[in-house]
C-alpha cells in the first residue's frame, strides 16, 4: 500500500534552515508529482510546492519563493523539501502529498505530517 | 493569483441532512477542482477530484459539481463518521489553492 513517511521537522530560530525529507513506498515513485501543503495552527490548509515526476519542472506559492526548495531523488524514492531564512509565519504541520495525475486531479495520498517550529 | 472562497465556514447539522458546501473561484478553472475532508489531527483525504469523480473507496452519498468558477460538494445524508472539515482546492496554471474550510459540526 501506498505509503509517505515526512521526517526533518523541529523547532529553528528566525532565519534559520530545516530540511524536511519524504520517504515513499508502495507505488512507482519516479512516475508521479509531488506536493508539499502545510497548515499552520489552528488553520487551514496551504499548498506549497509541487515537482514534476522526473524533477523537471518547480513550482512554488509566491510566499516561499526563494527560500524554499522542493527537490526528489527517486533513486531513494525520497521528497524534500529545503527551507531556509525561516520566518514564524512559516510556523505548520507539513504534509508531503502524491498527486493524483499531472497535478490536475488533486492529491490522493498524504503523509501523517512534520511539525516545524519557527520561534527564538 | 486565483482565490477560492468556501461557504459557510461552519455548518451545524444532524445526523441524516442534506449537506451542501459550496466553492466559488476567483476565475474560471474549468473542472480543476478537487473536495478534500479533514478530521483533527489527521491529513487531508482526497473524496472527489475533477469536480465530480468520486475517489475510489469513498462513500457514493458523496458528489460534486460544477464548472467554471462555481462548485459544490453535495452530502446526501450525513453520517456520523462525516463530522469533519472539507476543502476545496483548484489547480490552474501550475498553482494550487485551497479554500478556507468548511466545518461541519453536530447540532
Known amino acids: 500500500q501506498v505509503q509517505l513517511v515526512e521526517s526533518g521537522g523541529g523547532v529553528v530560530q528566525p532565519g534559520g534552515s530545516l530540511r524536511l525529507s519524504c520517504a515513499a513506498s508502495g507505488f512507482t515513485f519516479s512516475s508521479y508529482g509531488m506536493h508539499w501543503v502545510r497548515q499552520a495552527p489552528g488553520k487551514g490548509l496551504e499548498w506549497v510546492a509541487f515537482i514534476r515526476y522526473d524533477g523537471s519542472n518547480k513550482y512554488y506559492v509566491d510566499s516561499v519563493k526563494g527560500r524554499f526548495t522542493i527537490s526528489r531523488d527517486n533513486s531513494k524514492n525520497t521528497l524534500y523539501l529545503q527551507m531556509n531564512s525561516l520566518r514564524a509565519e512559516d510556523t505548520a504541520v507539513y504534509y508531503c502529498?502524491?498527486?493524483?495525475?499531472?497535478?490536475?486531479?488533486?492529491?490522493?495520498?498524504w503523509g501523517q505530517g512534520t511539525l516545524v517550529i519557527v520561534s527564538s | 493569483d486565483i482565490q477560492m472562497t468556501q461557504s459557510p465556514s461552519t455548518l451545524s447539522v444532524s445526523v441524516g441532512d442534506r449537506v451542501t458546501i459550496t466553492c466559488r473561484a476567483s476565475?474560471?478553472?474549468?473542472?480543476?477542482l478537487a473536495w478534500y475532508q479533514q478530521k483533527p489531527g489527521k491529513a487531508p483525504k482526497l473524496l472527489i477530484y475533477?469536480?465530480?469523480t468520486l475517489e475510489s473507496g469513498v462513500p457514493s452519498r458523496f458528489s460534486g459539481s460544477g464548472s467554471g468558477t462555481e462548485f459544490t460538494l453535495t452530502i446526501s445524508s450525513l453520517q456520523p463518521d462525516d463530522f469533519a472539515t472539507y476543502y476545496c482546492?483548484?489547480?490552474?496554471?501550475?498553482?494550487?489553492?485551497f479554500g478556507q474550510g468548511t466545518k461541519v459540526e453536530i447540532k
Open positions: 482546492q483548484q489547480y490552474n496554471s501550475f498553482t494550487w489553492t
Open positions: 475533477k469536480a465530480s
Open positions: 502529498g502524491k498527486d493524483r495525475a499531472s497535478g490536475a486531479a488533486g492529491i490522493d495520498y
Open positions: 476565475q474560471s478553472i474549468s473542472n480543476w
